[in-house]
């Protein structure tokens, strides 16, 4: 939400409806980041993968697998969500 701030306080800023491919990215990463919570909450490979892969700037299933297994390989804290 777009505010301003002055001494009177915060004032909320009217913007616009998104179009349709800005709503469109909007749900994308708002699914990338419940798969990315779900995957930390419960381990979840396949949501973790899921994550990587329906990033925008992922352009596949297999690039977002390799994602995760240099993740995974090189922290070991990532590795241990999974365990």
């Known amino acids: 939400m777009p505010v301003t701030v002055d001494a009177n ?4 800023l009217t913007i616009t409806q998104p179009d349709l491919h800005e709503a469109g990215l909007m749900q994308q990463v ?3 980041e419940r798969f990315t919570i779900g995957a ?20 596949s299933l297999s690039v977002g697998r390799k994602l ?4 995974a390989a090189r922290i070991p804290e990532v590795a241990a969500v999974f365990g």
């Not at 979840?44 to 994550?51: E, I, L, P, T």
């Not at 995760?68 to 993740?71: I, N, R, S, V």
């Open 9 to 12: 306080g915060v004032h909320p």
């Open 30 to 32: 708002k699914a990338v």
């Open 40 to 59: 930390a909450t419960t381990g979840s490979r396949a949501d973790a993968g899921k994550a990587f892969s329906l990033h925008p700037l992922v352009d």
């Open 68 to 71: 995760l297994d240099g993740y």
